[in-house]
């Protein structure tokens, strides 16, 4: 980084890694923390249901991350375990408050037409939303990504649709 630095002078940088665990997400934060880099800012995407500690996320503060985009592809629990994410909105909501306590602003990915997914649980996914937006409120800007399943062509479960029984209409 310190190379980049001097030579393209960057204030901010996305750590493009498919998710970031949060042991990876500490070891970045105290790296720039005890640097002589110029402060600057930078994001990441992460898993939700990992170990996350609040000492990791006040190391990311400190260090200038300014914004987590959480991977939740879908609230309803026995879909997001279908494709190997089991995410939980328990999770969800206890990373969303470690953010909040230390500053760091949040987006949250979800992923629509999922393998097995239905009108019910699709709704179940939109009520979750109204849910999230009533308990963090309105005023915390739109939090949200919803994309169709079929703009993630290079995840295996697009590459391998056939075998996860999986049909793919282009």
Known sequence: LKELQDKYDFDYVYFCDASINPKRANEIA????????????????????????????ENM?????????WGMESFHTDLSKKIGKPQTKEGLYRVIDLCQ???????????YNLPSETLETAQYTLDCIDEFMDKYGHD??????VVPFKYFRMTPYYINHKMYGIVVFD
């Open 101 to 111: 306590k230390v500053n760091i602003q949040y987006g949250i990915q979800l992923i």
């Open 140 to 145: 915390s800007g739109f939090p949200f990504a």
């Open 61 to 69: 503060a400190k260090s200038g991350c300014h914004f987590v985009d």
């Open 30 to 57: 105290l790296g720039i923390i005890n640097s002589d880099l110029k402060p600057f800012k930078w994001w990441c995407f992460a898993f939700i249901n990992l170990p996350w500690k609040e000492e990791y996320f």
